[in-house]
């Protein structure tokens, strides 16, 4: 099983504790606090803001969340305000999944209040909304260190006390006679190590001969100081952390790591990071046994208290303490009384204390006070055993504003995983705690009380006709619960029997308490007996004219082991979080999930080449479920790669003497000349942003033009260009169209010389013959390359060559593009062809050349290159095929 890390992190006005449970519904006699009948604390006002304090003024904050971040939907969410409700100028970046947080110029200043946002309506790149974040955070102050203990203090020796009754106390020194009053501080000097004060306040005082006997109850803890001001880091560690004594459990094979006694004495827990071992550990609770294996690893903790005393009443009171502990744990139950199964269903718990930690503050006899407990809570019949491994991060409080107790809460969990094993049903509550509180003599400040964690639950399911589809149905979740109280003194009783050695355990009173979260939410939820086999999409090939939308369903096939079938689940608007796609090709097709579920493609106005796939990924952690499919599509009514079509010479078919020269820069772009036969007149940069198959529409901003020094300053003019065939296009810039036919580099260099008298002018000339000009295609159907070749002459000489390479499926239908070409072929004969290829894709380059043999109405393409086998990646396939010319 893999190691959690359990992070603890209280944040307390009054007291903060720490220690690791298993919760429990009951406390066993031996191991419970005895507590007196408590009072509800009145005014508790629950804040639905959590708190961070002890933050650095130039503290960056930084925030990693589970995907790419949209940045255009980040504007004006994040921010952060101050006191007075003003933002604050902070620097808000956007990285990928992360945001970062750093503070204005100045920084945040010291000992102030911010409220931080991370807005819910920022989305993500697929765009579902993130988890929103919201919290206070208050900057450090200047530590401090300085404290008052009130002078009227009046203190008693042990051989100066006759009897300890219940709360009373009876003195046999009579010079204490008339010292005493109601409401005075008396402190007992116990002469023990462990406790060597303890402060009580006197609620009566009664004489009787030479013995004075007093009715004690438990003082305040501010009444103990005439001022106090404590602002400084105590740092927990391991050294700090001690193994009590374990009542009320029994053990076999208990590893070194925890050492148990039957003693009151307290020992170290073994190795620097706190190191507590289970191996086999048996806990008997009730008449069944529980066995843990696995171990608890307490690292450093640091606590910084913000108290102020004055005048024996708090001004102010905040305490925030850090502690990790790294699990791993299994838990299995059975009867107790023998080997068979349990029959009966198991629902029992118990709390058993197994160490403590008492950190001192740089203040003399002040200190941090906490309790380690091990509780137990377990549900099952039959015999099963569960493992849970989670990282849970919780931050509880209380602080003391304007006289007003407030107390606050913030959950965080992540199951990383929960098994079960066994037949019947088990579940187990596991998780970390916090218990401390501030001590000075053994009167406590308010404290915190906190449970939080993780639960599993499991039913085992075994079908009857095949043992191997045993399955479970289970689910997981985090449960918190947090209490304020006010801790009493230890009964005077429980103290006496301590200093005589009768006993360990000090008997504690709850005067007040108050539970102020109290829940338990389901995160995950798992059901083994049904089983995602694979991600389904229908249609099989989706089929698009360029501009074309399309929606393709998706459905789940899921395996029913208990009823031993299969069946298919549509995904629909709640599957939409879990679905992600990526087209392999965006100049083909783009793709997006909808909010119903669905993959809806959207084809290119002018895609460049025939086929491409769309990759689906359905991810769904909370059920442990991830499946992909490759969605492939083709393109309908395809021109192969249109915009290359347009490279070269065009001419003016309306003024001879003008020719035009176009260039592909780009899916969308290209380089637009404009020229006569001795001078360019103008070039221009015209990007499309309405794409068409027939018809491309952006605008032109000038790079050049005659008698302009400054062309690029000069207005952008609207432009069109329309394909009316192969050999002509009608461009329209701005007012002005211009009809233009194909034309070549050589027919523009003969214009050129026809000009000075070089040669006869062009248009005397033959035209070329263009019978071999259309659409060639394999002429064996079982090739295991698909390959198709458009032929097209400019002129006598030269011809303009595309060629599109495809692996091809069994049933013919599915293919995968490997390569594709536009080049120039020259004529070397009446019946050979020759031409150098390059096939740029997203993989690279690779190049070679190639030869065309025409053979009647069919030709052979000869290619060679840089790829001999299909394993060998993509780009062009050597490969020597006949094509035979389509109608």
């Not at 293919?815 to 080049?823: A, E, K, R, V």
Request: proline residues 3%.
């Amino acid at each position: 099983m893999k190691k959690g890390i359990i992070i603890l992190i209280g944040i307390i006005i009054a007291s903060v504790a720490a220690y690791f449970i298993f919760q429990s519904k009951e406390q066993p006699a031996n191991t419970a606090p005895k507590e007196t009948k408590t009072k509800q604390l009145e005014g508790l006002e629950k804040l639905d803001t959590p708190i961070r304090p002890g933050i650095e003024p130039d503290h960056i904050w930084k925030f990693s969340l589970e995907k790419k971040i949209d940045k255009n939907t980040i504007q004006n969410k994040v921010y952060i305000l101050n006191e007075e409700q003003q933002k604050v100028p902070a620097n808000i970046e956007v990285n990928n999944e992360e945001i970062t947080i750093k503070p204005p110029q100045d920084g945040y200043g010291k000992d102030k209040t911010y409220e931080l946002f991370v807005d819910k309506d920022i989305k993500y790149v697929d765009g579902n909304n993130i988890e929103p974040i919201h919290f206070t955070f208050i900057t450090k102050r200047d530590e401090v260190a300085k404290a008052t203990f009130r002078k009227d203090l009046i203190k008693i020796k042990k051989d100066q006390i006759d009897k300890v009754v219940e709360d009373s106390i009876i003195l046999k020194d009579s010079e204490l006679k008339g010292k005493l009053k109601k409401d005075s501080i008396i402190v007992l000097e116990t002469g023990s190590k462990e406790i060597p004060e303890i402060a009580r306040k006197v609620s009566s005082v009664k004489e009787d001969g030479r013995k004075i006997i007093i009715d004690t109850i438990t003082p305040k803890f501010e009444e103990l100081f005439d001022d106090l001001d404590l602002y400084t880091n105590i740092r927990i560690t391991p050294e700090d952390i001690k193994v009590e004594p374990i009542n009320g459990l029994t053990f076999s094979n208990i590893n070194t790591g925890l050492t148990a006694s039957a003693a009151p004495t307290m020992f170290l827990a073994e190795e620097k990071k706190g190191f507590f071992n289970f191996n086999k550990t048996k806990f008997i609770v009730d008449e069944y046994e529980v066995t843990v294996d696995g171990n608890m690893k307490f690292r450093d903790g640091d606590i910084i208290p913000d108290v102020v005393v004055e005048d024996k009443s708090i001004k102010r009171f905040h305490l925030y303490m850090e502690q990790i502990v790294d699990t791993e744990l299994n838990v299995s139950v059975k009867n107790g009384k023998g080997e068979k199964k349990v029959k009966k269903g198991l629902e029992t718990g118990k709390s058993f204390p197994i160490g403590n930690f008492k950190a001192p503050s740089p203040i003399p006899l002040v200190f941090v006070d906490g309790k380690i407990y091990l509780k137990i809570e377990i549900t099952a019949s039959g015999e099963a055993k569960v493992s849970i491994e989670y990282t849970v991060e919780e931050r509880l409080g209380i602080k003391n504003k304007n006289g007003k107790v407030q107390a606050y809460g913030d959950v965080d969990v992540d199951l990383t995983d929960v098994q079960f094993t066994g037949e019947g049903k088990v579940g187990i509550e596991a998780g970390p705690g916090a218990g401390v509180s501030l001590s000075a003599m053994q009167v406590f400040s308010v404290g915190l009380d906190a449970n939080m964690g993780g639960y599993a639950e499991a039913t085992m399911v075994l079908p009857v006709s095949n043992i191997e589809n045993t399955c479970a149905k289970s689910e997981a979740g985090l449960y918190a619960k947090g209490e304020a109280n006010i801790k009493a003194f230890p009964t005077l009783g429980s103290i006496w029997k301590t200093w005589g050695g009768l006993t360990g355990d000090l008997k504690y009173k709850y005067e007040v308490i108050q539970t102020f979260i109290d829940e338990k939410s389901k995160i995950k939820e798992w059901d083994s007996c049904k089983v995602a086999k694979d991600l389904l999409f229908d249609p099989k090939e989706v089929l698009l004219k360029p501009g074309e939308e399309k929606e393709v369903n998706l459905s789940l096939n899921m395996l029913d082991k208990e009823a031993s079938k299969e069946e298919a689940k549509s995904l629909g608007e709640e599957d939409k979080k879990f679905l992600s796609v990526r087209t392999k090709q965006k100049d083909v097709v783009e793709a997006e999930v909808t909010n119903s579920g669905k993959i809806k493609l959207i084809a290119n106005e002018m895609p460049s080449q025939q086929n491409t796939e769309v990759e689906v990924v359905y991810d769904n952690e909370d059920k442990d479920i991830k499946k992909s499919i490759t969605i492939p599509v083709k393109i309908t009514d395809f021109n192969p790669t249109p915009l290359e079509q347009l490279n070269g010479y065009w001419r003016n078919e309306n003024s001879k003497g003008m020719f035009v020269k176009i260039d592909k820069k780009g899916a969308k772009n290209i380089e637009y000349a404009a020229m006569d036969t001795h001078e360019i007149w103008y070039t221009g940069n015209v990007q499309f942003d309405t794409v068409k198959q027939k018809a491309l529409s952006g605008n032109m901003k000038y790079l050049a033009k005659h008698g302009e020094d400054n062309a690029e300053s000069l207005p952008e003019e609207a432009f069109k260009l329309e394909v009316v065939s192969s050999e002509k296009i009608t461009v329209t810039k701005g007012n002005e169209v211009f009809n233009l036919r194909k034309s070549s580099t050589k027919e523009y260099e003969k214009e050129q010389l026809a000009v000075v008298g070089g040669t006869e002018d062009i248009n005397n000339q033959p035209k070329p013959n263009t019978k071999l000009d259309g659409f060639y295609v394999n002429a064996q159907s079982d090739s295991k390359l698909y390959i198709d070749l458009e032929f097209t002459m400019t002129d006598d000489k030269n011809a303009k060559v595309a060629v599109e390479q495809r692996t091809n499926s069994s049933n013919g239908i599915t293919t995968s593009l490997m390569g594709s070409f536009y080049t120039n072929a020259v004529k070397q004969n009446d019946s050979t062809w020759t031409f150098q290829w390059v096939d740029n894709n997203e993989l690279g380059q690779t190049n070679g050349t190639g030869t065309i043999t025409v053979q009647g109405e069919n030709i052979t393409l000869d290619l060679k290159g840089e790829r001999d086998k299909l394993t060998e990646g993509r780009g062009i396939v050597n490969q020597k095929v006949t094509l035979k010319k389509s109608e």
